[in-house]
């Protein structure tokens, strides 16, 4: 089976901090994804990445930015976390040209305070 | 840009047959998908249609009209354990290689 795994289930963070969310997936996808999932706005694209190295924003990029030194691994920055980023955060991996089957892991739910 | 439109709930008792709409707007298109979630869990996907027709896969099905923009899925026998969040998502020329998702149905089967 296809993993996706996020380094932290919860976290609890300060206004201001620099948080860092891990994503790894062990499938050797290119393409790799984060969104947030906040109630009623659904699923919300922030960044996306088809090659290491590779990034593209995607519909809420403001506050936020991404690495991808590795294949395998694809991380959301917070540089200054606020309150209006708590959030539960989604990462997925797709193989397929068509990205159209993603994979996703558990989430990361995010409170800054 | 993109954007996509589903109703936010939907009830339907246990056996019954439920259809869930998804009317999309999008700049090229490439297809349509469908995922489900459940209450604290992770999206996970059920269908994908990139032609007109309908797909089936076991008690789900789904249906694409390119020519009206419109799709639906169908869930048939249903079951308790159906009780979920259903998203659809398109993916088009401007998104590239990611999928733009809706914002939700939330499907309640009661016994």
């Known amino acids: 089976d296809v993993k996706v795994t996020q380094s932290s289930r919860y976290l609890v963070k300060r206004t201001g901090e620099k948080v860092f969310l891990e994503c790894v997936q062990d499938m050797d996808h290119e393409n790799m994804f984060w969104y947030r999932q906040d109630p009623g706005l659904g699923l919300r694209l922030i960044y996306f990445s088809y090659d290491v190295k590779m990034k593209e924003k995607g519909d809420i990029p403001e506050g936020y930015s991404v690495s991808r030194e590795k294949k395998e691994r694809f991380s959301l920055i917070l540089e200054s976390a606020s309150t209006n980023q708590t959030s539960m955060y989604l990462c997925?991996?797709?193989?397929?040209?068509?990205?159209?089957?993603?994979?996703f892991g558990a989430g990361s739910r995010l409170t800054v305070l | 840009g993109q954007s996509l439109e589903q109703p936010s709930e939907v009830t339907a008792v246990e056996g019954a047959i439920v259809q869930i709409n998804c009317t999309y707007q999008?700049?090229?298109?490439?297809?349509l998908s469908w995922y489900q979630q459940h209450d604290g869990g992770a999206p996970t996907f059920l269908s994908y249609n990139a032609l007109d027709g309908l797909e089936e896969t076991g008690r789900f099905s789904s249906f694409l009209s390119r020519s009206d923009s419109y799709g639906y899925l169908l869930l048939q026998e249903l079951q308790m354990k159906d009780s979920a969040s259903y998203f659809c998502a398109v993916r088009d020329y401007q998104a590239g290689t990611a999928l733009i998702f809706g914002k939700g149905t939330t499907l309640s089967v009661s016994s």
């Open positions: 997925a991996s797709s193989g397929d040209s068509g990205a159209n089957v993603l994979t």
């Open positions: 999008t700049s090229g298109f490439y297809g």
